[in-house]
């Protein structure tokens, strides 16, 4: 009971009083991507959607990242911020020659890791100590950044992890350990490569159907058995165990089977994907997004145009950049080809002259009209427009997603970490995708468009099944993240622990 002798004092105090436990129970979520495209996408998705159902969000890039986006053309306006969502950067602790070096994705993991904890620490301590900002009360942490879940340990919150990949990526990444111990792992010799030895049946992970050995990760393919990349994997994916929760960027109708193993084993779980489905919000891109192909693709014919891209990581050799090509050109059906600066093998981030000298002689000439290069391009808005019919992909688990959620099937080339289990499920379990072969051959890249692409005949049949499916999965994936839907729901449910702070 309010004892003060004036009541405007007395309801102003408990006006302020009402504010202050509101702010009290406010959830208030760091967000801490791996900073790469493939993390912060998924990332920046999620936190807009807390953001959207009452949570604060503080998102803290690189500073790297956060100058880059500054310097972007309207980067500065994403960056901004708004009420209850604030931008924060912190260093990444790297050289820029050490940022230019090959194996710079290690160094810069090493480097976050020692780095970033302390500088993590202050942002969550300064953001909330001007007033208006009720305190951090949980991190959520991509994947491949589990030092974090020291820092919430630390400011004494839960962790979240979002686990960017698929929920099978997830598993098939989890059992790399035994992997490792049942001597599936190192590789005896190099032949172990091609003599069929990766084609040897795993049958023992919960939740996935029998899958090659060669699917279940790139990073059983080593020799060396102090491999780094396979610990970090293990280390990594297992670390999740110490999370309070683990997210994935999944439904619930889309890997039933592996989700039930994985509730199995982690108390916690929740499927908020696809988060490619809200269209409301883009992700913040590290490169200047071509505007010129949306007006190219405006010219072509519906599900005309196969668009084609590796995303931001994938490093193919000059000869597998030629076979593509003339695979591409071979087709005779127009395609958007995303060269993206440091795709190929040897040629610098800003080398774009590589980009242009490594194209075969005459494929230019050859594609005049029917072929449109972009270094970077809006990727979900290319994926929805009605010119696209198919996408040949490296099969990362956000492009993977956002084909899903366009309706658009797909033509897999996987190369590294999940996207084998990824283009495994594609073609097998939802009958959407075909697959190359590791080795690239034009022949096999021009018949698989074909069949993809093809309207009658040859392969008709089985590219009209695959946009069959593929629209059924887009519907699936609208009808998850819906009101009512599994994912709406799941989102609901982390809402609801991020609120109890516990
Ligand atoms: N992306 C884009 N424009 C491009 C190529 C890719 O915006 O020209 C985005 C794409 O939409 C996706 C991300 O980059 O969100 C790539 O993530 P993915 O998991 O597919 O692959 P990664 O880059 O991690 O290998």
């Known amino acids: 009971m309010c004892d003060s002798p004036s009541s405007s ?41 807390l953001h959207s159902r009452g949570v604060h969000v503080t998102f803290v890039n690189t500073e790297h990242n956060h100058e880059r986006l500054l310097r972007r053309r309207g980067g500065g306006g994403a960056l901004r911020g708004r009420e209850g969502f ?18 710079s994705t290690v160094r810069l993991y090493l480097s976050l890791r020692r780095s970033c904890g302390a500088p993590l620490v202050e942002v969550a301590r300064r953001v909330a100590s001007g007033g208006g900002v ?32 698929s929920a099978c990526g ?6 790399l350990r035994q992997l490792r111990q049942r001597g599936y792992t190192p590789l005896k010799d190099e032949s172990y490569l091609t003599n069929g030895y990766l084609d040897t049946p795993i049958d023992w992970i919960a ?7 060669g699917d279940v990760s790139s990073f059983v393919r080593t020799l060396d058995p102090t491999s780094f990349a396979l610990r970090v994997e293990e280390d990594e994916a297992n670390s999740c165990a110490r999370a309070q929760g683990l997210i994935l960027n999944t ?47 405006d ?14 990581l994938t490093v193919m050799s000059p000869e597998e950049l030629a076979e593509l090509a003339w695979g591409l050109a071979d087709t005779r059906r127009p395609f958007l080809w995303v060269i993206r600066p440091g795709l190929i093998a040897g040629a610098g981030a800003g080398d774009h002259d590589v980009v242009t000298n490594a194209l075969p002689d005459g494929f230019v000439a050859e594609t005049k009209g029917r072929c449109f290069i972009a270094e970077w391009c809006a990727q979900e808005e290319v994926l929805r427009h009605r010119a696209v019919g198919g996408f040949l992909t490296h099969s990362g688990w956000n492009s993977t997603t956002e084909s899903i959620c366009a309706g658009v099937p797909m033509i897999c080339w996987p190369g ?87």
Not at 86 to 103: C, I, K, N, S, T
Not at 207 to 213: A, I, K, N, S
Not at 487 to 501: H, N, T
């Open 86 to 103: 604030r931008f924060e950067a912190v260093p990444d602790g790297l050289r820029d020659d050490e940022r230019a070096a090959p194996d």
């Open 207 to 213: 939740g996935v159907p029998t899958v090659r050995l």
């Open 251 to 297: 439904f619930d109708d889309l890997e039933s089977d592996v989700l039930d193993a994985l509730r199995d084993e982690f108390p916690r779980v929740y499927t908020v994907g696809p988060l490619a489905a809200d269209r409301a919000n883009g992700g913040l891109s590290l490169w200047e997004e071509d505007a010129a192909c949306m007006a190219w693709l």
């Open 416 to 502: 590294f970490a999940d996207q084998y289990i990824n283009s495994r499920y594609v073609r097998d379990e939802w009958g959407i995708g075909l697959r190359l072969d590791e080795e690239l051959r034009r022949e096999q890249v021009a018949a698989h468009v074909e069949k993809l692409m093809g309207g009658g005949g040859g392969g008709g049949d089985r590219g009209k099944e695959m946009r069959r499916n593929a629209a059924r999965w887009k519907a699936a994936a609208e009808a998850a993240t819906a009101k009512g839907g599994s994912s709406y729901g799941g989102l609901d449910k982390l809402v609801e622990q991020l609120r109890l702070g516990q």
């Open 9 to 49: 004092s007395c309801s102003s105090l408990s006006l302020a009083l009402a504010m202050g436990e509101r702010m009290r129970r406010a959830a208030h979520a760091m967000l801490f991507p791996f900073p790469c495209s493939g993390h912060i996408n998924p990332t920046l998705k999620l936190a807009e959607l």
């Open 170 to 175: 997830f598993a098939c990444t989890l059992r």
């Open 134 to 165: 009720p305190p951090v009360t949980c991190v959520v942490l991509s994947g491949l950044v589990s030092f974090a879940l020291d820092v919430a340990e630390e400011l004494g919150v839960p962790a979240f992890v979002l686990w960017g990949t």
């Open 299 to 312: 010219a072509q014919p519906a599900g005309s145009v196969l668009y084609v891209s590796f995303g931001s």
